[in-house]
């Protein structure tokens, strides 16, 4: 339902009459996707007036799911993100005193994921399947995902940094950018922290931290928490091979399939350079790429997001378990 906010203008003779407001317009879409032009003047409105509006922002697709004029809704930070670096203090503030007591840290790579799939595979999946558990859990906030992992010796040039582009930290760097960041989230008032990582490397670093600061803090109720991979990973191969799809260990069809069905804008994925890996040495890919889909990528996500989720609920004893 769509309902007008009016105020009342004086119009000659005829003494006060309704005037439109601006309306404010809400949506999960950036906000310039409804963003309505700027009004210069109110100017009286009737019954008549309110009608044809009404019938011009049905036309144009709007209906009562994505377009909100309630101005309490504006005011609240949970309408607006669920992530942390588009919020300002305040709204973290009250967004964690209305219940959003768990931050998610998700860790990344920058690296390389063989000619048909863009460095920040894991970035971007990160910051995806996180704001999908967010919203799958209902009581949490996402911090900015980790871009660095672990991925080889820059010196020696092995594992993936003998691509061009990859980025490799050490262990050590990496688990103490875990610590700050969780540390901070616990001055920020989060009573649950959960560590995760899209990259396969640095799970043991993070294990570690996690296990270290939950010792440190439980006695004051703060839990910090590692959900790792082990699990999901499997799952993702059973529904795989159960298709009779190679899954391979990098750059496959798990991976390049999940990405695939994100990159709506069709930035990220090379289409025309899906293929077989061959040796791994020279494609930085072991699988078979060209058998991944947007369908069952967009499968795989929610068989991710459903398993970590279920994971988060298990150790933070939330019962409401999938």
Avoid at 105 to 131: I, Q
Avoid at 190 to 195: E, G, S, T
Avoid at 223 to 247: I, K, S
Wanted: hydrophobic fraction near 45%.
């Amino acid at each position: 339902m769509i309902r007008l906010a009016h105020r009342y203008v004086r119009s000659g003779a005829r003494g006060w009459a309704p005037a439109c407001s601006a309306m404010r317009l809400t949506n999960s879409a950036p906000p310039h996707a409804f963003a309505p032009k700027a009004i210069v003047a109110p100017k009286p409105c009737n019954a008549l007036h309110v009608l044809i509006l009404s019938a011009v922002l049905l036309a144009a697709g709007c209906n009562g799911a994505a377009l909100h004029v309630d101005r309490e809704s504006q005011r609240d930070p949970v309408s607006r993100s669920l992530f942390i670096d588009e919020l300002t203090w305040p709204e973290i503030r009250d967004a964690i005193a209305a219940g959003k007591t768990t931050a998610i840290y998700f860790a990344g790579s920058t690296e390389e994921n063989g000619p048909h799939m863009v460095l920040g595979k894991h970035n971007l999946l990160a910051r995806y399947e996180a704001l999908a558990i967010a919203r799958e859990l209902g009581n949490a906030l996402v911090y900015p995902v980790m871009p660095f992992a672990p991925t080889g010796d820059p010196v020696a040039k092995d594992g993936l940094m003998k691509f061009p582009g990859s980025i490799s930290i050490s262990e050590r760097t990496f688990g103490e950018v875990a610590r700050d960041v969780a540390v901070s989230a616990i001055a920020a008032g989060f009573k649950n922290v959960i560590l995760l990582g899209e990259h396969g490397g640095g799970q043991q670093a993070l294990e570690n931290v996690a296990d270290a600061l939950d010792a440190e803090w439980s006695q004051s109720g703060v839990h910090v928490y590692h959900v790792g991979n082990a699990d999901v990973d499997r799952r993702l191969a059973e529904y795989c091979e159960a298709r009779h799809l190679v899954v391979g260990e990098h750059a496959g069809v798990p991976d390049t399939s999940k990405l695939l069905a994100i990159d709506a804008d069709r930035k990220w994925v090379r289409r025309d350079k899906l293929a077989p890996g061959g040796a791994w040495n020279e494609s930085g890919v072991d699988g078979d790429p060209s058998a991944a889909t947007e369908e069952l990528g967009r499968h795989l996500i929610e068989i991710s997001v459903s398993g970590w989720a279920n994971e988060i609920r298990r150790l933070t004893g939330d019962q409401n378990i999938r």
